[in-house]
C-alpha cells in the first residue's frame, strides 16, 4: 500500500516528488485520481508487487554469463528448478507469460490448424491473436461445461473434427488449458479433473499446452503440487512475477526437444538475454514462496466476504482473484479509483486481486471504503449514484469531483480516520 504524500510548495526536488506520487496515484485522468493525502490499495493484479529486499540482494550478488553464447549458470540453476517443481523434463526461461505462450503455439501450430480454449482465456482474449499471427492457428472458444473457467472430457469428444479426406478444413491440432482461469475468477481446475480432459484430448489426436500463469496459486489451492497438474501435457508456461513477487519472467517447459525447439523460437522472438541471471536469481526465490499464496487466498475470501455484506454481487474465491458482477464495470473501477483502491474491468466484471504488497488491514480498509460509497449513493446494480437526498442523510454532499461535510444525523459517530470520498465523473 502506497501513501499519497503532497509536498506543500514547490521547492528543489519537489516537481519529481510531486510527480511520483501522482503516477501512483493514476492510471487514470485527472478526474478520476484518487485523493491525494489517502493510501492507494492496488489490487488492479498481482503483477504490482515489487522486489523486497532479501530479493534485490539476491539479484545484486547474482552469478551471471553470456546466456545466449556459453550460458548463464544462476539462469540453468532457475530453470533446473523450474522443470523439478513442474514435473517436465526441462525447462526455458522468457521474459513474460505472453511470450512464452507464443512460443509453445508456434512450435506446435501450423498455418491451417486450429486450436482449443475454454472460453475467454488468456491465448484467445488478451495476447492480440498472436496464436493467430505468428503460429498461424485459428482460435476456437469452448464452453464452460465443468463450471467456471473449465471443460470437461466430454466436451472435447463432442468436439466435430474433419475427417481426413477434407483438404480444405482447418485441422484441431492443440488445445490450450488455463489454470487458474483468471477471467473465471481464479478457477482451479483439479487434477483428476485435468487428468481426464488431457486424457480425452490425446484420444481426440490434440497436443495439450496448459498456460499456468497462476499454477502456483491452482496447485496451494488444490492442496497438491504443481506437478500433479501437469501431467500428460506437452507444454506449461508459468509465470514468475504473478503473486510470487518476482520483477519480470515466465518459464515455459517441456521435453528435452521441444524446449530445444523454444530456445530457437524465443530468438527469433528476441526473447533471449545476456546476463539473465540478475533477474533469475528473483525467479529462484520467487519458487521459494510458492507456499505463501495461501495468504492471499485468505484475504480474497476475507474481502469478498467484505463486499458481500456491503451487498456486492462478487464469485467465493478459490483463489486470489475477487470478480463483482456490477451493471457497469468501467465506471465502477472509476468511482473505487476516486476512493483510492485501484481495481480492473474485466469480461463487463470488476476483478480485483489480493497479493503479497497488500495485507489482511489494507483488504479491510478496501470493504469500508466500498461501504462508505454504498453510503454515500453509489449502487453497483446500476452503475449509477443515487438521488442527493441519500448522500444528504449519510453525511456528504457531492459537487462534481468536491465533497463537502454536512452535519451528519444525531448520534452518529465522525470518522476523521479517511478524508471524505471524491466522485469520478
Not at 243 to 256: D, E, F, Q, R
Not at 291 to 308: I, M, N
Request: proline share 6%; with cysteine; charged share 25%.
Amino acid at each position: 500500500m502506497t501513501r499519497i504524500a503532497v509536498p506543500a510548495q514547490r521547492t528543489p526536488g519537489a516537481t519529481e516528488a510531486l510527480a511520483e506520487s501522482e503516477a501512483l496515484a493514476v492510471p487514470g485522468t485527472a478526474r478520476t485520481r484518487p485523493p491525494r493525502d489517502i493510501a492507494v490499495v492496488d489490487l488492479r493484479s498481482d503483477t504490482v508487487t515489487r522486489p523486497d529486499a532479501e530479493m534485490r540482494a539476491a539479484m545484486a550478488s547474482a552469478e551471471v554469463g553470456d546466456d545466449i553464447l556459453d550460458g548463464d549458470p544462476t539462469m540453468r540453476a532457475l530453470e533446473d528448478r523450474a522443470a523439478e517443481l513442474l514435473g517436465v523434463e526441462a525447462a526455458l526461461w522468457l521474459p513474460s507469460g505472453s511470450m512464452a505462450n507464443h512460443v509453445a503455439l508456434t512450435i506446435q501450430l501450423r498455418p491451417g490448424d486450429r486450436f482449443l480454449a475454454p472460453r475467454l482465456a488468456h491465448v484467445l482474449e488478451y495476447e492480440l491473436g498472436a496464436a493467430a499471427w505468428l503460429a498461424g492457428g485459428m482460435p476456437a472458444a469452448l464452453p464452460w461445461s465443468a463450471g467456471p473457467g473449465r471443460i470437461t472430457a466430454t466436451s472435447l469428444r463432442r468436439t466435430p473434427s474433419p475427417g481426413p479426406m477434407a483438404y480444405d478444413a482447418l485441422r484441431d491440432r492443440l488445445l490450450c488449458l488455463e489454470n487458474t482461469h483468471n477471467a473465471a475468477g481464479g478457477t482451479v481446475t483439479p487434477p483428476g479433473e485435468h487428468r481426464a480432459v488431457v486424457a480425452a484430448a490425446k484420444a481426440a489426436g490434440l497436443s495439450v499446452h496448459l498456460d499456468g500463469a497462476r499454477i502456483w496459486n491452482a496447485a496451494v489451492a488444490a492442496r497438491t503440487s504443481p506437478a500433479e497438474l501437469t501431467r500428460g501435457v506437452d507444454s506449461v508456461q508459468a509465470c514468475l512475477s504473478k503473486g510470487l513477487g518476482a520483477p519480470m519472467g515466465s518459464v515455459l517447459g517441456g521435453s528435452a526437444g521441444f524446449v530445444r525447439e523454444a530456445r530457437r523460437v524465443r530468438k527469433m522472438l528476441g526473447g533471449a538475454v545476456r546476463q539473465g541471471g540478475v533477474v533469475a536469481a528473483a525467479g529462484l526465490i520467487a519458487l521459494n514462496r510458492v507456499q505463501d499464496l495461501e495468504a492471499d487466498h485468505v484475504k480474497a475470501r476475507l474481502l469478498a466476504r467484505g463486499l458481500r455484506d456491503q451487498g456486492w454481487n462478487v464469485n467465493v474465491p478459490e483463489t486470489n482473484v475477487v470478480l463483482a458482477e456490477v451493471a457497469d464495470a468501467d465506471r465502477t473501477v472509476a468511482e473505487l479509483r476516486g476512493a483510492g483502491v485501484l481495481a480492473a474491468a474485466l469480461a463487463g466484471c470488476v476483478r480485483m486481486v489480493t497479493h503479497r504488497d497488500v495485507t489482511e488491514k489494507d483488504v479491510r480498509g478496501v470493504v469500508a471504503r466500498a461501504g462508505r460509497l454504498a453510503a454515500a449513493g453509489w449502487d453497483t446494480r446500476t452503475g449509477e449514484w443515487r438521488s442527493e437526498g441519500t448522500a444528504a442523510e449519510t453525511g456528504a454532499l457531492r459537487v462534481g469531483w468536491r465533497t463537502r461535510r454536512v452535519p451528519r444525523p444525531a448520534g452518529s459517530p465522525a470518522d476523521a480516520s479517511e478524508p471524505p470520498l471524491r466522485r469520478a465523473r
